[in-house]
T-cell receptor, first 112, second 111 residues
Framework: GDSVTQMEGPVTLSEEAFLTINCTYTATGYPSLFWYVQYPGEGLQLLLKATKADDKGSNKGFEATYRKETTSFHLEKGSVQVSDSAVYFCALSALGNYQLIWGAGTKLIIKP | DVKVTQSSRYLVKRTGEKVFLECVQDMDHENMFWYRQDPGLGLRLIYFSYDVKMKEKGDIPEGYSVSREKKERFSLILESASTNQTSMYLC??????????FGPGTRLTVL
């Protein structure tokens, strides 16, 4: 069945470092792909999405490109801030399916 | 903006109690979901509903039931709470096949 694999955390970086959180997926057809973020004590919120191959989603300085050839949707940011400390979830939505398939989440810790 | 509210942010119950968690959305979305979130396990789907009075089991429905009498409200019921149901519970809604919108979560502790 469909699945999402993302890198285990926690990932600890210094402020202004470059961030990559890896996400790969297994799915039939052409799923939509998402990154959600969960700040401490809050629910999840959509960070960015891409609905077809080669699409690039971007928001708040974060980017991710839908790579069908490598079945990946890696999250990147050029210069992280302490306020980016959160848990990041990669997810996919298969065509015609109400549900999202979730990765396990990656905790990001940014030190000043 | 979509607003999803959950009845409590924190809840403490005793083993064997019947527990109700309520979720209300104001965007007329058809689909609603209940998840639990545990460290190292990510999000696991308990139940979802794609219409009033309709429900589908998710990955871990055992020990839970749900009710959706009105479109805007989706309730999760723990018939007899147990300590292994201590968790963060997240409600989400979706108006289509794609993105979901989440409430702030209820952290339930069962003693």
């Amino acid at each position: 069945g469909d699945s999402v694999t993302q890198m285990e955390g926690p990932v600890t970086l210094s402020e202004e470092a470059f961030l990559t959180i890896n996400c790969t997926y297994t799915a039939t057809g052409y799923p939509s792909l998402f990154w959600y973020v969960q700040y401490p004590g809050e629910g999840l919120q959509l960070l960015l999405k891409a609905t077809k191959a080669d699409d690039k989603g971007s928001n708040k300085g974060f980017e991710a490109t839908y790579r069908k050839e490598t079945t990946s949707f890696h999250l990147e940011k050029g210069s992280v801030q302490v306020s980016d400390s959160a848990v990041y979830f990669c997810a996919l939505s298969a065509l015609g399916n109400y549900q999202l398939i979730w990765g396990a989440g990656t905790k990001l810790i940014i030190k000043p | 903006d979509v607003k999803v509210t959950q009845s409590s942010r924190y809840l403490v119950k005793r083993t064997g109690e019947k527990v109700f968690l309520e979720c209300v959305q104001d965007m007329d979305h058809e689909n609603m979901f209940w998840y639990r979130q545990d460290p190292g396990l990510g999000l696991r789907l308990i139940y979802f509903s794609y219409d009033v009075k309709m429900k589908e089991k998710g990955d871990i429905p055992e020990g839970y039931s749900v009710s959706r009498e009105k479109k805007e409200r989706f309730s999760l019921i723990l018939e007899s709470a147990s300590t292994n149901q201590t968790s963060m519970y997240l409600c989400a809604t979706s108006g289509g096949l794609y993105e979901q919108f989440f409430g702030p979560g209820t952290r339930l502790t069962v003693l």
